[in-house]
């Protein structure tokens, strides 16, 4: 049922934005900055302080030259803005404003241009890191990506550097498409009580989505890459298990399956197939393969 599709959407969508990876200053304060613009002015960007290395998730907005990107608490309200105004994607500068919503205070924004990955200059290169917008209490993540002739840019790793000294804990290889600015999510897969990663690995026909799942050795202090696999999984930590989604021929056909965990691999528990009946316009139970 799982159809995969040539990643000709991920790359238009890389192609349509400017994603550059930026260094440079806050007043004083050091910070790495990513920026992912869409050619219709909307968009997303991270950014961290180099002392502390918790990445912060903004929006973006373009309005003619002047860009703006607002920063929120987790209630939703806006707490800062940071403006530039001419901002063009081809400068290798970019200087602006920054404003405490609250206080008023503002201090001044230079940041000089590391990379853009969408440049479509024929360039090879690899070993360039992304700032990744999830982190763990005491690491946060890089992406490692590598660009080729053809201006395809794929992951080849995931760096997890301790926050603070950004010493650096592991390095694991992995192979997928780059997904914007969101590769990395973080939970606790095996509900263990300890939060891990996974990492996009490719898209399906219709919504369906797999990813690559890494699971943490309390004895080791590393991660490794688990079995777990399937496609839209999810993983509720209230009753310890694990759901996996799969639809197909939009939408008509629905498997749902329920897994445990048992030894760090996923247990089928049981799975219903669904099939949509034109005559009751609903769905009604099937037989599954």
Do not use: C, H
């Given at each position: 049922m799982k159809q995969k599709i040539i990643f000709l959407f991920l790359l238009a969508t890389a192609f349509v934005s400017a994603q550059i990876s930026y260094k440079g200053f806050i007043d004083k304060y050091p910070i790495e900055f990513v920026s992912d613009i869409y050619s219709d002015g909307q968009g997303s960007a991270i950014y961290a302080y180099s002392n502390y290395d918790t990445p912060i998730v903004l929006n973006a907005k373009l309005n003619g030259k002047i860009l703006v990107f607002?920063?929120?608490d987790i209630s939703g309200k806006e707490t800062a803005k940071?403006?530039?105004e001419n901002y063009?994607?081809?400068?290798?500068?970019?200087?602006?404003?920054?404003?405490d919503l609250n206080s008023g205070k503002e201090l001044t924004i230079?940041?000089?241009k590391e990379f853009d990955l969408n440049s479509n200059t024929g360039e090879e290169w690899t070993e360039r890191e992304i700032?990744?917008?999830v982190s763990l209490k005491d690491k946060y993540f890089k992406l490692v990506v590598s660009k080729g002739k053809d201006n395809s840019v794929g992951v080849s790793a995931i760096k997890i550097i301790e926050k603070k000294t950004d010493k650096l804990i592991q390095k694991v290889e992995v192979e997928s498409p780059l997904l914007g600015l969101y590769n990395i999510d973080v939970d606790d897969y095996n509900f263990d009580g300890f939060e891990e990663f996974s990492v996009f690995e490719a898209s399906y026909a219709g919504p369906n989505t797999s990813?690559?799942?890494f699971l943490y050795n309390p004895k080791t202090g590393k991660y490794f890459e688990s079995s777990f696999s399937g496609t839209s999984l999810e993983f509720d930590s209230t009753t310890k298990r694990i759901y996996e989604h799969n639809q197909c021929c939009a939408g008509r056909s629905?498997?749902?399956t329920e897994y445990k965990v048992v030894n760090n691999?996923?247990?089928q528990i049981k799975k219903t197939c669904m099939e949509y009946d034109d005559k009751t316009k609903d769905y009604k139970n099937i037989k599954c393969n």
């Open positions: 607002t920063e929120k940071m403006s530039f063009n994607a081809k400068s290798d500068q970019l200087n602006g404003i920054w404003k230079s940041l000089r700032l990744q917008p990813r690559i799942y629905i498997e749902r691999k996923m247990v």
